[in-house]
C-alpha cells in the first residue's frame, strides 16, 4: 500500500506527462513535480536533478531514474538511505537498434559518399564491400548492447561483444574484462559503445585504445560522451587510422560552438536522441517495481553503488 507522497523531478515539458499518468494509475497518491517537494517523500522519479531536490528529500527511500544511465545521478550527494532503480529499456532497445544499424549500414554500404556524387551529378557505382571485413565489437553487452547485436545479427556482420562478466550467445563471440579487451579490440573494425559511465569506464576510449581497432575503423558512441578522449578521436580521425565517427552524445553536452566535432567531414553528430524513455512504458516499468519492492520482493535494475551502474 502506498502511502508516500511521490516526488518528481525531470524535463519541464515531460514531468507533467509523467504527473498526469501517476495520477491515472495511482488515485489517490499525491505527486508533486519540483520545486514543489515533501520533506516525508519516501520515493521519487527522476531524471537530471539538482542537488537541491534531493537536499529537500533527505527521507527519499527509492529513487526510480527515468532512463538507463546514472551516472549524473551518482555525482549528488544521495540520501543516505536511498536506494537507485533505473528504466531497464523502457522502449528504447528499439530506437538503440535503429541508430545502431543505421550508422553502421551507412558506413559501410558509403550512402554519405553516394550523397556526394548526388550532389555532383554523378553516377558512379562501386563494387560491393565485403562484410566479413567489416566484424563489428559492441563494447557493453548489457540491456541495450545485447538488443542492438539482436539487430546486427540480421544483417550476418562477425560480430564481437566486450563486458565485464563473461557472457555467451549465439552468433556471437564475448569477450571479458581488461584481460581480453586487446583480442576485442583487433577483432572489431565498427566499434558501438554501449558501455556506462563510471570510474572504471571513464575517458577509456583513448588514443592508446582507440589505436588497437583494425585500420580504418569506425566509431559509434551511443552511451556518454565522457567514455571517449574526443580530441585523441579527432587526431586520428585527421590521421586517417579511424575512417569515421557517429556520436550522439558529447563530452560537454550541449556541445560547444566552437567545438571541431561539428565540423569535422569524418564526423556525424546528433544530439543525444539515439534513445529515449517513452512515458508509457518508463511509467509501467516504474510502477511494477514500485509494487514489488513496496512488497519487500527483488526487482532487476537496482544499482550496484560499489560498480557504478
Ligand atoms: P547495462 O547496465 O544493462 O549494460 C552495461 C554493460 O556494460 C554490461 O554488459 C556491463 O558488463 C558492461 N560494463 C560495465 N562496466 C564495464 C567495464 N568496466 N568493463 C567492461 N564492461 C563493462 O546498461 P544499458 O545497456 O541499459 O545502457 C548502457 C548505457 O547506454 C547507459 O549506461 C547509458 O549511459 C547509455 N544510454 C544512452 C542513451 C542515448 O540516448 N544515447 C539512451 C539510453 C542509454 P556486465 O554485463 O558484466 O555487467
Ligand atoms: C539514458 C539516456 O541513459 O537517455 O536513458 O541517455
Keep these: 500500500m502506498l502511502t508516500s507522497p511521490i516526488v518528481l523531478s525531470g524535463p519541464v515539458d515531460d ?103 548526388q550532389q555532383a551529378l554523378r553516377w558512379a557505382p562501386r563494387r560491393a564491400r565485403q562484410r566479413r571485413e ?4 559492441i563494447m557493453g553487452m548489457g540491456v541495450l548492447g545485447q538488443r542492438v547485436a539482436r539487430a546486427l545479427q540480421h544483417f550476418e556482420f562477425p560480430l564481437h561483444g566486450w563486458s565485464r562478466s563473461a557472457k555467451h550467445f549465439h552468433d556471437l563471440r564475448c569477450y571479458t574484462g581488461a584481460a581480453e579487451l586487446p583480442a576485442f579490440l583487433a577483432a572489431t573494425r565498427i566499434l558501438v559503445c554501449l558501455l556506462p559511465l563510471t570510474t572504471d569506464t ?67 553528430l546528433t544530439p543525444h536522441i539515439a534513445a529515449q524513455t517513452l512515458i508509457d512504458e518508463g511509467i509501467a516499468q516504474i510502477l511494477g517495481k514500485l509494487q514489488a519492492v513496496l512488497a519487500g520482493q527483488s526487482v532487476s535494475g537496482m544499482i550496484d553503488l560499489q560498480r557504478g551502474y
Design 15 to 117: 514531468v507533467p506527462l509523467w504527473q498526469e499518468q501517476l495520477r491515472q494509475a495511482l488515485p489517490g497518491v499525491t505527486t508533486l513535480a519540483w520545486p514543489a517537494s515533501h520533506a516525508d517523500a519516501r520515493i521519487a522519479i527522476v531524471w537530471g536533478p539538482q542537488q537541491a531536490f534531493f537536499d529537500a528529500h533527505p527521507q527519499l527511500e527509492w529513487i526510480f531514474n527515468m532512463g538507463a544511465g546514472v551516472d549524473a545521478l551518482l555525482a549528488l550527494k544521495l540520501p543516505a538511505n536511498a536506494r537507485i532503480v533505473r528504466i531497464e529499456d523502457g522502449g528504447m532497445g528499439a530506437q538503440m537498434a535503429e541508430y545502431v544499424c543505421h550508422a553502421a549500414i551507412r558506413h559501410f554500404r558509403e550512402f554519405d559518399r553516394y550523397a556526394a556524387e
Design 134 to 137: 567489416f566484424p563489428i565489437g
Design 202 to 268: 571513464h575517458h577509456l576510449l583513448n588514443r592508446a585504445l582507440l589505436q588497437q581497432l583494425q585500420p580504418e575503423a569506425f566509431v559509434i558512441n551511443v552511451a556518454r560522451g565522457k567514455l571517449i578522449v574526443e580530441e585523441d578521436l579527432l587526431a586520428l580521425l585527421d590521421a586517417g587510422h579511424l575512417a569515421g565517427a557517429a556520436l550522439d552524445v558529447m563530452e560537454h553536452e550541449p556541445l560547444p560552438p566552437d567545438s571541431r566535432l561539428w565540423t569535422h567531414p569524418k564526423v556525424q
